[in-house]
């Protein structure tokens, strides 16, 4: 079963312009995670956030956690053709355990 | 970041044979590794997390005679899908961890004829 869901289930936007995808999880986390998708391939893991943390950065993205209303959200500033892929959010009860995926979101970036 | 890798990347099959996918961790020992499957434009869904030397564990609706899992060594598990399906064709992706986060492999791809 899936943890959440992932809102926009797709997005398209102009390069160089901002990207804001945002996850909801339905139980209490020790960690909530990105990861990064292209289109056949493997996840490449983006940024880590702990459930005590409410935002964090790395190079060009963003990252907030709302654990009152178990919710997340990942901005990426200045948007680049080579960022188009999808995006899982990804939560744990606690370190190594079993992760859940989010439902993603497709983002497209126009030329 | 650590490396997992899979093998093999692609494979076909005829339906009722079985088909071994083994992921290892390269350059350090996972204490627990996860397998995942994905079916086109869907997200990653967990079949089941196994520890070295000891059964895994399935999550629910997830056959274990159908999708057998080994995982014999901190740096190798292997998934086979035994009397394989066209409804198995799937990406099945392994993770390796020993904290936080998972390390994926890059994934297999199975296509049962």
């Known amino acids: 079963s899936q943890q959440g869901e992932e809102d926009p289930q797709a997005l398209s936007i102009q390069e160089g312009e901002n990207a804001t995808m945002n996850c909801s999880y339905k139980?209490?986390?020790?960690?909530l995670q990105w990861y990064r998708q292209n289109s056949g391939r493997g996840l490449v893991h983006l940024i880590l956030i702990r459930s005590n943390e409410r935002e964090k950065h790395s190079g060009r993205l963003r990252v907030t956690l709302d654990t009152s209303k178990k919710s997340s959200s990942l901005l990426i500033t200045a948007s680049r053709a080579a960022d188009t892929a999808s995006y899982f959010c990804?939560?744990?009860?606690?370190?190594?355990?079993?992760?859940?995926f989010g439902s993603g979101t497709r983002l497209s970036i126009r030329p | 970041g650590a490396v997992v890798s899979q093998h093999p990347s692609w494979v076909i099959c005829k339906s009722g044979t079985s088909v071994k996918i083994e992921c290892r961790s390269l350059d350090f020992q996972a204490t627990t590794m996860f397998w995942y499957r994905q079916f086109p434009k869907q997200s990653l869904m967990l079949m089941a997390t196994s520890n070295e030397g000891s059964k895994a564990t399935y999550e629910q609706g997830v056959e274990k005679d159908k999708f057998l899992i080994n995982h014999a060594s901190l740096t190798l598990s292997t998934l086979t899908v035994t009397s394989a399906h066209p409804e198995d064709s799937s990406f099945y992706i392994c993770s390796a961890a020993t904290d936080s986060p998972q390390f994926f492999g890059p994934g297999t791809r199975l296509t049962v004829l």
């Open positions: 990804a939560t744990d009860k606690s370190s190594a355990s079993k992760i859940i």
């Open positions: 139980t209490s986390i020790n960690n």
